[in-house]
């Protein structure tokens, strides 16, 4: 507030023998003067510098576990053929871990409270003032920093994923615009891990196929040389499946084992083909 005071006075007297006027002005800074100058200081506490938070980094890496008979997904690992037993107890269904990377960056004021950076884990859409699937505290964030977050997923579904990552979606932060705490999707494609090995038989002659010590619920299928389904063995929860008969045709015959739904695991199961 600028003040600026002037004072002046005009005497009117009389004295013994005349008449006059005179007139005086004051300026300046006297005792009796308010204070001059181009203060604005009102008294109260400036408002903070708003803050700027954004997305400036949102990436994902993925790894599974692999053993010695991948890739065997689609092509079969060839075991052999007739008068043998084959034991595989070192194969897996495996897991796929995605990792991802979020980074904010404060170009605004300082952040002293803390805020929520929150990670949508499979969305057509980007997210609008919503909470994600989880959530990670940013306690604090000074003008100028960035802060790295880390979201694990440690069994993805198979199938394309398009994530997203948003800092502060409930505005606890004031900022300077607050429409541009959302990143960009990312995409992940997780492969289903299925294991396939084949063996040789002659028609006529037995073919035996045991599935045991399941980490988890695993199926098992009999594939004729043709490549149609035969038989199928598909028991609830960590059950072992079995098959057993007698070949029409020689030929390759295929056995796969399969996670029901998204049943997956790093630990090994064991698998015995009897091909007498």
Wanted: aromatic share 8%; net charge negative; hydrophobic share 35%.
């Amino acid at each position: 507030m600028r003040v600026l005071v002037g004072l002046c006075l005009a005497f009117s007297f009389v004295t013994a023998g005349c008449v006059g006027n005179v007139g005086t002005s004051q300026t300046g800074d006297q005792p009796d003067d308010p204070p001059q100058g181009d203060d604005d200081d009102d008294g109260s506490t400036p408002a903070p510098e708003p803050a700027q938070l954004t997305i400036t980094r949102f990436e994902v890496a993925s790894a599974a576990s692999t053993d010695d008979y991948e890739p065997n997904d689609a092509t079969a690992f060839y075991l052999g053929g007739y008068g043998f037993e084959y034991t595989i107890d070192d194969a897996t269904i495996a897991p796929t871990h995605l990792t991802y990377t979020v980074e904010v960056t404060n170009s605004g004021g300082p952040v002293t409270s803390p805020f929520n950076v929150e990670f949508f884990r499979n969305s057509p859409v980007a997210p609008s003032n919503q909470l994600g699937d989880v959530r990670e505290e940013i306690p604090a964030l000074g003008t100028g920093e960035s802060a790295e977050i880390v979201f694990d997923v440690t069994n993805a579904d198979p199938g394309a994923l398009q994530s997203w990552a948003a800092a502060d979606v409930s505005n606890v932060i004031p900022e300077t615009d607050e429409n541009d705490n959302v990143s960009t999707a990312v995409a992940a494609a997780v492969a289903d891990d299925v294991d396939v090995f084949s063996v040789f038989q002659t028609a006529g002659y037995p073919l035996t196929i045991g599935l045991s010590q399941l980490p988890a619920n695993y199926d098992l299928e009999l594939i004729g040389p043709s490549g149609n389904v035969l038989a199928r063995s598909a028991n609830t929860g960590t059950s072992s499946e079995s098959l057993s008969g007698t070949v029409g045709a020689d030929g390759t015959y295929k056995i796969r084992v399969y996670g029901n739904g998204s049943a997956r695991s790093a630990t090994p199961y064991r698998l015995v083909i009897t091909v007498p």
